[in-house]
């Protein structure tokens, strides 16, 4: 198969990174599968780093995930070690022993505990995690860590994503101003209703570990939880968020802090650009979709109507082919299993109302909406007329791409 | 766009349908939105004919079913009109007064009541049903009605379906023999958990309502329930079942009558031909998939693993790409919200051992799964390792025909 065409909807260019006091990392070529290309990334974190996680729901996690899991008990961290190639995933014991060599390796370059190396792994499902490889690439990586590579650390995590993702934002806590950057990888087996994909975020705020994990719960629910490319569920979604505390402000003790309040629309801020930079790399998009529901019985309900239109098939189809097929919106309501009374629903497309309370307005004039169809940000907004359970999701279009992409991606 | 290619999984002709005694049918043109073909369909029943039906629990059913649902709260019928081209749903009362005026307008041809005549329509949604094409059309089709035309009906009540799907039996109820009639049409907006698609099934057999509802209520559960095209559920499924009662045996007051064992078993044998002719029609099908699970906690669960995977767009794209990515099947099952333990979960596919108890097998050959990949049938069976659970389902691969077909069918 040929390359992989840089998605349409990518950024011109990553941005620039600035450090987060204390963090230092770096990327190596390790040939875990892809050759001539960096595969490891470790970031280093300095003493007195709090970590807090989301991680994937499903039955079948990897082995990185199953770490991942006990480790955060601890909420301390010192490193975060990431392959890309392999997911090393229904690979059993043997998964588990790679894993756990993989982070004794990483401990014992930094002298820490096991326990505060974090692991993330995607690639390919149920083949043995050649753990040597990375074991064999930690020492000259952690040689040249360094407080620059933000861009090297994007690249190396990425699978099947068509460009590298990164975010970064300040914020004002107290009269200290911190930095929070985040890198992420995804395209495709991005579903939600979990900890999308791999996603790391790193501050030098100096916040306890249950604190960072209130604000990053939060926050996943209204980002990564509502974004959606193929409603599949990965077996490896993490998402991690290390504050250093480097940072002077005061102590906090609260995710509910005054204080906070700024960091907490910042985090939130960088949640969101990096789940948008995971939908616009969408396996095969030609377009974002955005879908605001509206009217729902409950937030919750309203989440569960936005994915079910978002995972749909026909609706997907029908905006890769421009079409304002409306019927099929109806039709995705419908099927939700959420509370719904057609004679109340309203639909606009791009802003034009074409359904009111049920039925397909009068002199409806398909021409402006045709016009929207065509363009790159496609805004659905559903009134389910119901309540005042609000929610936006996000998602692509289904087009031949995906079909290219997922029918030959082993070989 | 081009005319969608028959698919490549039709068979090779319509069987040769015998009549039902007592039912009498035909088709006819009235241009409802397609031009040059039939696209009416009407059955007459004799009087005492009992009925019995299952519908789709979408939040936003049509008007037709609507009417259906009313309908079979009296279990008679003289009558079933059918059209294509226009589904009449989301057409609110506008919607709701077509289907009673085509209603009334067949039962006055006929001389019954209108509560007797039931209603299906498939097509375009939102757009309101120009029923009085129809209307014109019933008395010729009227007095043109014969027990032979079945090839003709199944012809006119075919959308995006690329060939008439039609299926017989006969069976013994004592000492009589009564026939099975069904025709059915879908291939795109199939998804389970209801009555899908539309579905009309016709035998001479004398059974009071309340069997025929049993009957068909359960045969539902592991024929239309357990398949899926795109997991997309129409607003208009519908199957009926009709009893002419023209047969001569013995009064059967209870489902659970042994005289209807072969009964029994031959309807639940055409509803599951009936129901593979769907899937092999799936919009842009190169392969049928059965998924056989087997060790779920329950049936419930297996049906819904399985049901899951059959979902799965990057399941149904690595077999559209003749890809034994086995991992995706690993990633459904931990995505299905099911009871499921990675550890125990073993799989087959074309019956070769590929993973057992959570771990790839030793020496694992895929020689033999990519030469099952590139046949027409692809056969995977999951065992879940946790209780007795089973189900089959099945669907079809997702190809670019999926997308042709569906990025431009209003067009």
Known sequence: MPPIPVSKLAPASLPAMPAVPGVRLGAAEAAIRYKGRVDVVMAEMPPGTTVAGVLTRTKCPSAPVDWCRAALKGGKARAVVVNAGNANAFTGKLGADAARRTAEAAAKALGCKAREVFLASTGVIGEPLPDEKIRAALPALRARLSPAPWADAARGIMTTDTYPKAATRTARIGDATVTINGIIKGSGMIAPDMGTMLGFVFTDAKLPAAVLQTLLSRSTETTFNCMTVDGDTSTSDTVLLFATGAARHKRITRAADPALKDFRAKLHDILH????????????????????????????????????????????????????????????????????????????????????KGLRVP?????????????????????????????????????????????????
């Open 273 to 356: 650009e990096l789940c948008q930079l995971v939908v616009k790399d969408g396996e095969g998009i030609e377009k974002l979709i955005t879908i605001n529901v509206s009217g729902a019985v409950s937030t919750r309900s309203a989440k569960r109507l936005g994915l079910a239109i978002a995972n749909s098939p026909l609706v997907k189809t029908a905006i890769a082919g421009e079409d304002a097929n409306w019927g099929r919106i109806v039709m995705a309501v419908g099927k939700a299993g959420e509370p719904a009374d057609r004679d109340k629903l309203s639909i606009r497309i791009g802003g034009v109302q074409v359904a009111k």
């Open 363 to 411: 002199d409806y004039d398909e021409a402006p909406v045709n016009a929207h169809m065509k363009g790159r940000d496609i805004v659905i907004d559903v009134d389910i007329g119901l309540g005042r359970g609000k929610a936006t999701v996000w998602t692509c279009d289904l087009t031949h791409g995906y079909i290219d992409i997922n029918g030959s991606y082993r070989t």
